[in-house]
């Protein structure tokens, strides 16, 4: 970690320097040499994003020595680093986590607020005292999630006790416990409308490209912070793909 200025104040200056609101996805799904591929990503396309966000899938792999590497290299670029592995547990099992996320050199994780207000902030706090941020996902990218987060639930600990979708006690949580931003799915633009009028938190939104989200119609809705991973990193030409994403976005700054 690069910085014990917060992350919310370290992403937007990030932001602002590179000129970008873009996150790239490094989520390769095959491939024996990961360290590889990953460090020759950012390398080539350090210069149109802001952040880097790596899956669960890639860190496990990768040792400590060389997840300590790769973050020392992001954070030279003057970006950030996420962690997505969609933390979920008990406080006393996600604090050894963030112990371990925090020595690596991530910048924030990406937890899941399912587990409750209470172990939400449990969380947050003590990830705050160690500069991590904390980012809470809210609604999902894929078609599946209205299966989940979509589900409308009872609120017993409200009165009078009321119905609400899953994903706006979710957000609730996220709001009341000062995590750093939401996760939403910019395939979900109208759950991303619906959370921004009153927004309180960054929004954050993955499944651009690939999963048919479109950047500029998410930014009209509401996104901040844009997530794209395969449809910059497995286009023939990355870097070219990357300036135009950015562009885009970046061209509806003044509309």
Known sequence: MNSII??????????????????????PMVGNDIFGYV??????????VCAIKFN??????????ELININ??????????IADIKLNDISSTNLVVI????????????????????????????????????????????????????????DEFCQPVRQLPLYL??????EACDTDGIIVGGTKLDIITSVSREKKLPIYSPGLGVQGGDPKIAAKAGTDYFIIGRSI???????????IVRKEINSLKND
Do not use: W
């Open 233 to 243: 990193t497995q286009s023939k030409d990355p870097l070219k793909s990357a300036r």
């Open 39 to 48: 460090n020759e990503r950012i390398d080539l396309l350090q210069g149109e």
């Open 6 to 27: 917060s992350y919310r104040k370290r992403i937007e200056s990030c932001s602002s320097n590179k000129d970008s609101r873009i996150i790239l996805a490094l989520d």
């Open 99 to 154: 112990d371990h996320l925090v020595n690596m050199g991530f910048d924030a994780v990406i937890l899941n607020p399912i587990i409750g207000m209470d172990e939400l902030r449990r969380v947050v706090v003590p990830s705050h005292g160690r500069h991590l941020g904390v980012l809470a996902l809210v609604y999902m990218s894929h078609s599946g999630a209205r299966e989940g987060f979509g589900l409308s639930v009872i």
């Open 56 to 65: 669960f899938h890639v860190i496990l792999p990768l040792s400590n020595e």
């Open 169 to 174: 006690k979710l957000l609730e949580y996220a």
């Open 72 to 81: 020392s290299k992001v954070h030279s670029y003057g970006l950030q680093s």
